[in-house]
């Protein structure tokens, strides 16, 4: 995937979720949920044109991956899935990840890998493994608890969410995690393995512009839980 095909993928996306906003009813629920989702995607389109716009122009633009992606985004989509908790005691412990990973990035950005030079890599990681695990909590405890979610699995948008970011972290987490030793192969591996995570990218970004409408799609009496 080429990166105006990827950026076109998350203007979708954005659109989507833009047009949301005159759709969904005044006192819905899920309004200040659909807020972040739009702030979220319109975050990462903001700073993957940015990005794009430094190569186009011979610069570096890991500064800005190190700070906007590895940093920022792992942060609003833990913010993200911490609202979707319903145990305080687990609310607590991301509270405390979220600020462990503050200070391992801070740690790592002076000690090991500078931000300006090198992606970095070990804080991505741990980032993406944070989001993995709380992921997959989500889910298991939709599957295993009954009334999670007092609707239909299909008609919630934070079902769709959830399941988009753990497709995307879970190859993510090991592209990235690898990044740096992959500069070493063949370009046109490492050209077809960066294609495939803006795929997996754009499928990320989409599923966010589009999960609200899951109510519209799935009805009622078509899908149970």
């Known amino acids: 995937m080429t990166p105006p095909v990827y950026l076109s993928c998350i203007g979708l996306g954005l659109l989507c979720s833009l047009v949301y906003f005159y759709l969904r009813k005044p006192q819905s629920e899920e309004k200040r949920a659909h807020e972040y989702i739009f702030f979220l995607i319109f975050y990462v389109l903001a ?3 940015y990005a794009i716009y430094l ?3 011979g610069q570096k633009n890991v500064l800005v991956y190190n700070i906007f992606f590895v940093f920022g985004e792992t942060l609003l989509i833990l913010i993200y899935l911490k609202s979707l908790v319903d145990l305080e005691a687990v609310k607590k412990r991301m ?3 979220m600020l462990f990973f503050t200070v391992w990035a801070i740690v790592n950005s002076i000690f090991f890998q500078k931000p300006t030079d090198l992606f970095q890599q070990y804080t991505h990681l ?3 493994f944070g989001i993995v695990v709380v992921s997959c909590y989500l889910l298991y405890r939709v599957f295993l608890e009954e009334g999670f979610w007092d609707q239909p699995l299909l008609r919630v948008p934070h079902f769709w969410n959830v399941a988009a970011i753990l497709l995307f972290y879970c190859p993510n987490f090991i592209y990235f995690g690898a990044i ?3 500069w070493d192969i063949d370009k046109w591996y490492l ?3 960066a294609s495939m995570n803006r795929v997996f990218a754009a499928l990320l970004y989409l599923i966010l512009g589009l999960s609200f409408y899951s109510s519209y799609i799935f009805s009622t009496d078509r899908y149970g839980r």
Do not use: A
């Open 95 to 97: 509270d405390q990840f």
């Open 47 to 49: 700073f993957e044109i």
């Open 55 to 57: 190569v186009q122009n």
């Open 191 to 193: 050209t077809v393995l």
């Open 126 to 128: 741990l980032g993406s």
């Open 180 to 182: 740096n030793i992959l």
